[in-house]
Every structure is written in C-alpha cells, then in structure tokens.
C-alpha cells in the first residue's frame, strides 16, 4: 500500500522492519488481552467493535491538553526507541550477511525505559502489521483497530495521522495510554522485506526457517509497514 507524497515516511522506518520481536514486546504479554476482547470507540462515540467484557478504549485528539503531555512522550520514545533500533540493525548488517543478520536483529537486550519522577511510565512497546512476519507480534483488537483506521485513510488517499493516541480503560487497573506512530517501507527495507526472488543467497531459506508463516513480503520502498506503539500510564500525582 503506497503512502500519498505527503505521508509520513519517518527516517528511522528502514531498520525497523527488519527488526524481529523485542524483549519489550515480551514484557507485555502477561497483561495482553484476548484479540476482540475490548470495546473500541472513535472521539465521536462510535462503536467500532465490541465485546461483553466492559472494557473499552477511545481514539482521543493528541492536542487535547488533557492528553498532551501523554502524547508528545509516548512520541518522543518512539523516536528514541527507533534511533535503537536503526543503530542495532546497522551495527549487525556491517559485520554479517542479511541472512545471519535476519535472525539476530531482535533487540533482545532492549529493555523499557526506567520510570521518571513525573513522566508517564511506559509499560510497553510493540510494532506491528497487518501483514506479519512474527505471529508474536500480531496485533490485539486496540491494535488492530489502529491499524484499521490507517488502511481506511489510505484507501480514501488521505495522509495517515502522524500520530494515534487510544484512552483503554478496564476496570479495576489504571488507564493504558496507546500511542502510535505509522512507520513505511525504505529501500532497505527490501533486502528481506520485498520480492522473494531479489533476496540474496540464504535470505529467504533463512526466514522460512525462522518465520514460516511470513506475510511481510512483496513490499516496495515507502509503501505503509505497520505501526510502532507505546503503552504508557500517566505520573503518579503527588499527595
């Protein structure tokens, strides 16, 4: 899917696609619900999807002061997180050839950010696709309706929102702050994300090795990959 000329195609969506599953990404797993166990509604009120267990999450403005700061960190650390990871894909593909490469750049050091005196805490981070190569990494219904939303601007060629925030709210837990960020294919993206027949040697024997149920292929450079998200809950308020 191509993003019009002028939709975010951020500097730092390259590497992240050739990164595999983080130890963020199993940080989150004990707290992970069930796919479709969350009622989403959009700002307007909107059912987007729904399910008996009371919980519910809401796309919300990122401008609203309310929400602002929750926003622009979550942001921030997508960046910071992204900066990471393009630093770990380059370190690995300068010393090793893709094919060993495919296997290693999974950020398995990667830990989440320390908690700071009021900043939000982030409590999770996660990519990913409508399209996967790691089925660790599929989206839950939170997820996949962010996804959604930014197949339905591009399918009316529109620019995806730079940015997603989600109020989720279940009951008896403190709110979970979802912050977004679409990310794209660049050329070297291609390298093991594009035509199976352009890999080089022991690339696609590589990663049906490792991913045989693989999706994430066939892209070209700039069309829409996926989203990178941030969990974050919002600073304890002093007493």
Known sequence: MKLPQNALVTTLVGSLLLSGLSAADNAEKPAAQPQGSVTYFDA?????????????????????????????????MIERIGGMMIS?????????????????????????????????????????????????NAPDAADAAALDKIHTQLMADE???????????????????RVYRPIAASQS??????????????????LDLLYPEDKAVEYGAKEWRGVIRVSLTAPTTAK
């Open 159 to 177: 620019s995806p929102d730079k940015m997603l925030v989600q109020k989720v709210e279940r009951a008896g837990q403190p709110v979970e702050w």
């Open 88 to 136: 770990e894909v380059n370190q690995e593909l300068a010393t090793r050839e893709i094919a060993q490469a495919v296997g290693i750049m999974h950020l398995k050091s990667l830990e989440l950010p320390k908690p700071v005196a009021g900043k939000p805490t982030v409590t999770a981070i996660k990519r990913t696709s409508l399209m996967l190569r790691d089925p660790r």
């Open 44 to 76: 307007a009120g909107s059912n987007t999807a729904a399910k008996a267990d009371g919980s519910t999450a809401t796309f919300v403005n990122s401008d609203d002061p309310a929400v602002k700061d929750i926003a622009q960190y979550g942001f921030k």
């Open 189 to 206: 993206c291609l390298a093991c994300h594009g035509d199976p027949a352009t890999f080089r040697p022991g690339v696609k024997a590589a």
